[in-house]
Nanobody, 128 residues
Framework: QVQLVESGGGSVKTGGSLRLSCAAS????????IAWFRQAPGKERDEVTC????????YYADSVKGRFTISRDEAENTFYLRMNSLKPEDTAVYYC?????????????????????WGKGTLVTVSS
């Protein structure tokens, strides 16, 4: 059974940092393209960043470019989202997701429909 479990969410002030973790079981992440999505209240769930398993190609939404970094630790079968210089508009539930042997382009075209497995989400609140 595949499970993705997020942790690391919380409340921070503007300019603060958080690191989200997504621990995987039932899959070997090195064979998976991984992504972080977020959903703010009343809005759609949108991709924040993703990294492909093959060529390591990455994507960052314009709103987080230069502030957020996605990474994976294959030995720990865990991937991360480092978030710096947080802003109130980053407030959302953050979800990790994975799909086997996909591409960044496929995720950009199909969005959440491209992903096979999801975590349950972790809440990030940024106050001014």
């Amino acid at each position: 059974q595949v499970q993705l479990v997020e942790s690391g969410g919380g409340s921070v002030k503007t300019g603060g940092s958080l690191r989200l973790s997504c621990a995987a079981s039932g899959v070997t992440l090195r064979y998976y393209t991984i992504a972080w999505f977020r959903q703010a209240p009343g809005k759609e769930r949108d991709e924040v960043t993703c990294i492909s398993n093959g060529d390591g190609n990455t994507y960052y939404a314009d709103s987080v470019k230069g502030r957020f970094t996605i990474s994976r630790d294959e030995a720990e079968n865990t991937f991360y989202l480092r978030m710096n210089s947080l802003k109130p508009e980053d407030t959302a539930v953050y979800y990790c997701a994975a799909v086997q042997a996909s591409t960044v382009m496929n995720i950009l075209v199909h969005g959440r429909e491209a992903m096979s497995y999801w975590g349950k989400g972790t809440l990030v609140t940024v106050s001014s």
